[in-house]
């Protein structure tokens, strides 16, 4: 596969650093105006290769190039661009610029393959926004029913529909979306590793085997504002103080259960009128288990409700829990990952079979067709950071791993 390296470099830059902020971190959450003029500059390199491009209802952006044999089902390749708050250029935007430089090459190159080829952009998959994931593939999948959007809102109070004009008119063609999936030859998607593990042992690609699911919980812990100075410590009802013993509880459960690749977070704390000489009144904790062992999950789970039953006991507060999502780790395509395996062998790159501990668009489409994922190392194994960065090796190899599958599949 024979490109110009530098002119992809270019366009990925442009793409992936719209949204950049001073400090050099990415914020390009969903449906914000970053997030739309990076899928824009997408499109408009899009047009100017002549690909059929689609917007479905659920914001996901779609592009196709026909085969010389469009009766066959199609692949589809993809991921998203959206990001978390201040982080990476590699995350979710590797995967589908890398999936473009394929399409690209064969517009270019004149290449004849039989089967069709999809390249896709999945809306919000990061969860930063709406306290909820993988929105887009969710709709797109049916594993998710419109109206059930309306619980999930941002900081400013707006939920994913409030954004998604489209489904007001045109909700039928997710249900079409849904089916053209089920008629599709697979879904592979490439992405960062997100993590230590390919680099450690320098291997260049890994072959995810299932992919980790979250169980999210929201956790409203209610006690009593008073004067710090003038309440006394027997006499408190300490709501961060509780949240404290709740954190740490968590970081227990998550360690006990490591053995079985299970994880467990509270990635984010609010605490409403806080004030130097106010003890807090309420706080609330996001909770994130994931895990690729359903019953280790449940463990985690099960071990803090008990928990929190204890300290509403010891501590006098109350707390009040609310599932925000509740998954089950998803395995992948065996034979997919053997086609990907074959195309490694093929072109001399390193790989592993391995699991993936964060959750992708993949497990979703995984209800519909069947999925593979490949993994490119990324540096030291930072994501979701201005520190997340990719060797221009990986970079290269993401492009010429993908090339060979796709083609593999599709020739």
Request: charged content about 25%.
């Amino acid at each position: 596969m024979d490109y110009d390296f530098n002119k992809w470099m270019s366009d990925y830059r442009v793409i992936s650093t719209v949204g950049q902020n001073e400090e050099g971190g990415i914020d390009r959450l969903a449906f914000t105006g970053y997030d739309t003029t990076a899928r824009t500059e997408l499109l408009n390199r899009a047009y100017g290769l002549r690909l059929q491009c689609y917007l479905d209802a659920a914001e996901n952006l779609w592009f196709y190039k026909q085969g010389t044999d469009p009766d066959l089902p199609p692949l589809v390749i993809g991921s998203h661009l959206d990001s978390v708050p201040n982080g990476g250029r590699y995350d979710g935007v590797l995967g589908v610029m890398s999936g473009f430089q394929v399409m690209r090459y064969l517009v270019e190159n004149k290449v004849k393959h039989r089967r069709s080829i999809e390249l896709v952009a999945f809306s919000c998959e990061e969860s930063s926004r709406f306290n909820l994931s993988t929105i887009g593939s969710k709709l797109a999948c049916g594993l998710i029913q419109p109206e059930k959007l309306k619980k999930y809102k941002d900081s400013t109070g707006k939920s994913p529909l409030d954004f998604m004009d489209r489904l007001s008119y045109s909700a039928d063609s997710l249900t079409e979306r849904c089916e053209h999936l089920k008629h599709t030859y697979g879904y592979i998607e490439l992405h960062i590793e997100q993590g230590p593990v390919l680099e450690a042992k320098g291997l260049d690609v890994g072959i995810v085997e299932s992919i980790a699911a979250p169980i999210r919980l929201r956790l409203d812990i209610i006690g009593h504002s008073d004067h710090s100075g003038a309440c006394p410590m027997e006499l408190r009802h300490d709501a961060l103080a509780a949240a404290s013993s709740v954190i740490l509880e968590v970081e227990r459960l998550g360690r006990e259960e490591s053995a079985h690749k299970s994880v467990a977070t509270v990635g984010k704390i609010e605490v409403p009128h806080q004030a130097l000489n106010v003890v807090p009144g309420q706080c609330t904790l996001y909770v994130d288990i994931r895990g690729i062992c359903r019953d280790s999950m449940e463990r985690i789970y099960h071990g803090l409700q008990s928990f929190c039953q204890q300290v509403m006991q010891e501590r006098k507060v109350q707390i009040k829990e609310t599932v925000l999502s509740d998954e089950y780790p998803v395995a992948m395509n065996h034979d997919l990952g053997e086609v990907i395996a074959r195309n490694c062998e093929k072109t001399g790159l390193s790989y592993t079979w391995m699991p993936s501990g964060a959750g992708h668009d993949a497990m979703n489409v995984a209800e519909c067709t069947r999925c593979a994922m490949i993994f490119i190392p990324c540096v030291g194994g930072v994501s979701h950071s201005l520190q997340e960065d990719v060797k221009e090796k990986n970079l290269r190899n993401s492009i010429q791993i993908l090339y060979e599958v796709v083609m593999d599949i599709c020739k």
